[in-house]
């Protein structure tokens, strides 16, 4: 095995999956490379769930040439028909000599049996080039297709002494143009994006993308227990996306049928006054909804961790002091007794974002420290 060509190549089928991200709705995003003699022969990028994956379309353009070639692939090929036919008996048809795997499918219909069939065939099948970078692009896909809970990514802007807006409300922009057209990016990476009714009321949001480059619009998912949501709001008459509201068993079932007429979605999670989160997670995951951005206020934003919901954080901080204790806070939740408790993130990761600082972990609940 030659580490250095096999980590070269690997990581040319990294890229091309990256720039998938977004695109394949619950399907995991993968890349792969056809080699052989030094040559690249064919490349191929998984676009869009229910067509052909990137071990397909990189084959059809090695054609012929692919027998006794190398195939470099971000994740184990898939060995049972689901809405395309499995990879590796395209793969075997193709008579390549070797395959280089990334890593090993979590999906509990794979996990191993792609790699196995390989080898049974008689393919050299090498396991675990550049690895690491292949489980975090997939971490959305990792989570969903071992639970069917969708991941969360929370993001949120705060000024330096963590507020989300001035005492009055006003909030824009709390950041600068390029931490803005990020969020648009993320955006455009998640399947869902995820606010609560106080937003709604507050700024009468779109909750679409608006990036540089033409992006996919995300789901619409209105956190609302009572549906105070007006029939006027653009979320609910833009039609720009599907709209999706979460209301417990105190919303006003007049105003459901009222907001389904309007072709939103409501659905009604839990038996008390205000929405059963982890219920609502579960419902969501049941809709093939895998990754959501959440994007709301302070205590949307402390309730989703109380509930250890949040998989992810991404906190852009602005060079500012807005003051003011009545202001909106990050996180409004009751807090730990001790210091020792607070809620710790690994990982981290901080870049600036322009003029402002981006912050990124992922949180260490006490039920995984």
Same mark, same amino acid.
């Not at 996990?111 to 675990?128: M, P, S, T, Y």
């Not at 000024?159 to 922009?173: F, P, V, Y």
């Not at 919901?309 to 909106?328: H, Q």
């Given at each position: 095995?030659?580490?250095?060509?096999?980590?070269?190549?690997?990581?040319?089928?990294?890229?091309?999956?990256?720039?998938?991200?977004?695109?394949?709705?619950?399907?995991?995003?993968?890349?792969?490379?056809?080699?052989?003699?030094?040559?690249?022969?064919?490349?191929?990028?998984?676009?869009?769930?229910?067509?052909?994956?990137? $071990?397909?379309?990189?084959?059809?353009?090695?054609?012929?040439?692919?027998?006794?070639?190398?195939?470099?692939?971000?994740?184990?090929?898939?060995?049972?028909?689901? +809405?395309?036919?499995?990879?590796?008996?395209?793969?075997?048809?193709?008579?390549?000599?070797?395959?280089?795997?990334?890593?090993?499918?979590?999906?509990?219909?794979?996990?191993? !049996?792609?790699?196995?069939?390989? &080898?049974?065939?008689?393919?050299?099948?090498?396991?675990?080039?550049?690895?690491?970078?292949?489980?975090?692009?997939?971490?959305?896909?990792?989570?969903?297709?071992?639970? &069917?809970?969708?991941?969360?990514?929370?993001?949120?802007?705060?000024?330096?002494?963590?507020? +989300?807006?001035?005492?009055?409300?006003?909030?824009?922009?709390?950041?600068?143009?390029?931490? !803005?057209?990020?969020?648009?990016?993320?955006?455009?990476?998640?399947?869902?994006?995820?606010?609560?009714?106080?937003?709604?009321?507050?700024?009468?949001?779109?909750?679409?993308? &608006?990036?540089?480059?033409?992006?996919?619009?995300?789901?619409?998912?209105?956190?609302?227990?009572?549906?105070?949501?007006?029939?006027?709001?653009?979320?609910?008459?833009?039609?720009?996306? !599907?709209?999706?509201?979460?209301?417990?068993?105190?919303?006003?079932? !007049?105003?459901?049928?009222?907001?389904?007429?309007?072709?939103?979605?409501?659905?009604?999670?839990?038996?008390?006054?205000?929405?059963?989160?982890?219920?609502?997670?579960?419902?969501?995951?049941?809709?093939?909804?895998?990754?959501?951005?959440?994007?709301?206020?302070?205590?949307?934003?402390?309730?989703?961790?109380?509930?250890?919901?949040?998989?992810?954080?991404?906190?852009?901080?602005?060079?500012? +002091?807005?003051?003011?204790?009545?202001?909106?806070?990050?996180?409004?939740?009751?807090?730990?007794?001790?210091?020792?408790?607070?809620?710790?993130? &690994?990982?981290?990761?901080? $870049?600036?974002?322009?003029?402002?600082?981006?912050?990124?972990?992922?949180?260490?609940?006490?039920?995984?420290?």
């Amino acid at each position: 095995m030659d580490i250095i060509n096999d980590e070269y190549y690997m990581s040319l089928a990294l890229d091309l999956a990256a720039k998938a991200k977004g695109q394949t709705n619950i399907n995991p995003i993968v890349g792969c490379v056809v080699v052989k003699d030094g040559r690249l022969i064919g490349v191929g990028t998984h676009l869009k769930r229910g067509t052909g994956h990137a $071990e397909v379309h990189a084959l059809q353009m090695a054609a012929d040439e692919a027998a006794g070639a190398t195939v470099y692939v971000t994740l184990e090929p898939c060995s049972h028909f689901g +809405i395309t036919p499995p990879c590796c008996d395209r793969i075997i048809a193709a008579k390549a000599a070797r395959v280089v795997v990334a890593a090993v499918d979590p999906n509990p219909q794979v996990a191993g !049996r792609g790699i196995a069939k390989l &080898r049974e065939a008689g393919i050299q099948v090498d396991v675990g080039v550049l690895e690491q970078q292949s489980t975090v692009m997939n971490e959305v896909f990792n989570k969903y297709i071992t639970t &069917r809970l969708p991941f969360i990514t929370l993001k949120t802007a705060s000024t330096l002494d963590g507020k +989300i807006a001035a005492h009055t409300g006003d909030s824009k922009w709390i950041t600068g143009p390029v931490a !803005r057209e990020q969020v648009h990016t993320l955006r455009h990476q998640h399947q869902a994006i995820m606010v609560g009714i106080s937003t709604v009321l507050a700024d009468d949001p779109q909750l679409n993308t &608006r990036a540089a480059v033409p992006a996919i619009d995300p789901i619409r998912i209105i956190v609302d227990s009572k549906l105070r949501i007006p029939l006027d709001a653009r979320v609910v008459k833009d039609g720009g996306a !599907r709209t999706i509201v979460l209301a417990s068993a105190a919303a006003d079932l !007049r105003k459901k049928e009222q907001l389904e007429a309007a072709g939103v979605e409501v659905h009604l999670c839990g038996n008390e006054d205000k929405v059963d989160l982890k219920q609502a997670m579960t419902l969501l995951g049941q809709l093939d909804i895998g990754s959501i951005l959440l994007e709301g206020g302070g205590r949307l934003n402390g309730a989703m961790l109380e509930a250890e919901l949040v998989d992810k954080i991404v906190l852009y901080i602005a060079p500012k +002091i807005i003051g003011g204790p009545e202001a909106p806070g990050t996180f409004t939740f009751r807090g730990f007794d001790r210091m020792a408790d607070a809620l710790e993130l &690994r990982d981290l990761q901080v $870049e600036m974002a322009g003029s402002d600082i981006c912050v990124t972990g992922y949180p260490m609940y006490t039920s995984n420290k």
